[in-house]
């Protein structure tokens, strides 16, 4: 079908680079010895990326737990991430490959990283080099992107679960990209592109850039990483946003939440670890001049939500998971 030559710079080139000079340097993710690395035609018209619309707009607060991610990918599942082999790349933009051919990866299944509600679930069309993308928004400003799927699964609105299946992979893009097969992935934090991209860590580890191959524990079950399927925002309710966090040694975080339409903040404490048994457990809130509400006990998730009034008032708020607190000095004070 492919002639081979092709077939083989084809998939190196992934988002589809347009010297050979990089797709030289660029690692196969296969040990095919025998790769031939010859000068064929490169892709025309290969930047798969641009900055698509943003509407998460978070504080510029640097201290928001970032989300705990698994591999965009079902479980025990090896793919190879790469963030240089792209010029259109910005730092920390990943794209996933598998397989022994440039389609090998075409129409796998793409999954959630971590639990969220779907943002974007549109196909770009001109606007940027995304094609079909989807956009998870996990609280307190952090978002993961998938893009270039061949199917988007999910909609906008959609509450998805940590290895939920949200598309499959493809090479879809603006009019007159021309790319291979891949995932293209990123962790970002706030909304000023490209300064809000993050590094991302998988099972807990942060990932090996430029490119690293890895096995996903994404949902698997027994050995796997088991995933809190409460987020902060789906404990204290729709209208809350995160605006501060902290986090509870590795056993969990606590977040403080604001609903601007009522004037109501909200703490809740999400458990990372002994999930689904019943562990010491709690969150508080403290208005100026009032006294500490508190939800204490032995709780199997997460502790809360504990809500007051609290527009244009100091809070105190924290949480406790075990023996690791997080007690905050009165702020938040409009
Ligand atoms: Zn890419």
Redesign the pocket.
């Known amino acids: 079908m492919r002639p081979s030559s092709i077939l083989t710079v084809g998939f190196v080139l992934?988002?589809g680079l347009a010297t050979s000079q990089a797709a030289i340097a660029a690692p196969s993710p296969t040990p095919t010895a025998s790769a031939p690395v010859t000068p064929t035609p490169t892709p025309t018209g290969t930047q798969?990326?641009n900055d698509p619309p943003d509407e998460v707009k978070a504080p510029p607060v640097s201290t928001l737990a970032a989300p705990s991610l698994q591999m965009p990918f079902p479980c025990n599942q090896s793919w190879t991430g790469n963030s240089s082999?792209?010029s259109?790349?910005r730092s920390y933009?990943?794209?996933w490959n598998r397989g022994n051919t440039a389609d090998a990866d075409r129409g796998d299944t793409v999954v959630a990283a971590a639990a969220g509600t779907v943002v974007i679930s549109s196909h770009q069309g001109s606007v940027n080099?995304f094609g079909n993308l989807v956009k998870i928004d996990h609280g307190g400003g952090w978002t993961t992107f998938y893009?270039?799927l061949t199917v988007r699964s999910v909609a906008v609105g959609a509450k998805v679960t940590q290895g939920q299946k949200i598309g499959t992979v493809g090479n879809t893009s603006k009019p007159g990209n021309n790319i291979s097969p891949?995932l293209?992935?990123e962790l970002r934090q706030g909304s000023s592109y490209p300064s809000n991209l993050r590094k991302a860590a998988f099972n807990g580890k942060t990932f090996g850039y430029p490119n690293q191959t890895l096995t996903s524990k994404n949902k698997c079950g027994g050995g796997g990483t088991p995933t809190n399927p409460h987020t902060a925002q789906s404990v204290c309710g729709s209208g809350f946003k995160v605006i501060n966090s902290a986090a509870l040694g590795t056993a969990g975080n606590v977040y403080l939440l604001y609903n601007s339409a009522n004037g109501n903040n909200c703490v809740a404490t999400i458990k990372k670890t002994n999930l689904g048994k019943a562990t010491a457990t709690s969150a508080y809130l403290e208005v100026k001049g009032k006294p500490r509400t508190t939800d204490s006990g032995s709780f199997t998730y997460y502790a809360g939500p504990v809500k007051a009034a609290a527009a244009d008032k100091c809070v105190k708020w924290g949480g406790k998971i075990g023996s690791s607190a997080h007690d905050s000095a009165f702020e938040h004070c409009s």
């Open positions: 992934l988002c798969d990326n082999n792209s259109a790349h933009e990943l794209d080099g893009a270039h891949h293209h992935f």
